[in-house]
């Protein structure tokens, strides 16, 4: 059993994301996650906020293609499941997605200033994961601005 540590804090945040792309170096088994995101405002700021946090095992052939170019939310491009269809949506002004395959979590903080949101999971896992293949951790913010922070930890065996 093993495990390692993932995160960091990015200050003064606005319509920009991070993402954090790990390497896995040797087949594993992914047997827990536990992660911890949260948004703060920094002092003097009013006004709404929300930050969209997830994680990612992409394949090693979807991992050369995982950044999506041109915008500053740093989105990772993540390949539909084969085992699901195309999503549909109806209504005005719908935006969203679905059947990205390898999703480990996918979290949204919504919160008005001057307090803040955060959020704790932990996940029980057995997901095999193969050498060359890359865990991606995500977190974008729109809104006024903010501090974002995401920490947690991969457990593996």
């Not at 390692?4 to 319509?15: D, K, L, R, T, Y």
């Not at 002092?43 to 994680?55: D, I, M, P, T, V």
């Not at 170019?69 to 390949?79: A, D, K, L, M, R």
């Not at 997605?97 to 390898?102: I, N």
């Amino acid at each position: 059993m093993g495990s390692i540590n993932i995160g960091w804090e990015v200050s003064s945040a606005q319509g920009t994301g991070n993402v954090m792309a790990v390497p896995v170096m040797n087949n594993i088994t992914l047997t827990g996650l536990q992660v911890d995101c949260s948004i703060g405002f920094p002092s003097g700021k009013s006004g709404f906020a929300e930050a969209l946090c997830q994680g990612w095992i992409l394949t090693p052939a979807a991992w050369p293609l995982w950044n999506v170019p041109g915008g500053p939310h740093q989105y990772v491009n993540t390949p539909l499941d084969p085992n699901f269809g195309t999503p549909g949506f109806a209504g005005a002004g719908q935006m969203g997605g679905a059947g990205a395959s390898g999703c480990l979590f996918s979290i949204i903080l919504k919160a008005w200033a001057p307090g803040g949101a955060g959020r704790g999971i932990f996940v029980p896992l057995d997901i095999p994961v193969v050498a060359g293949s890359g865990i991606f951790f995500h977190m974008d913010q729109a809104g006024t601005v903010t501090d974002m922070e995401m920490q947690g930890a991969l457990f593996y065996k």
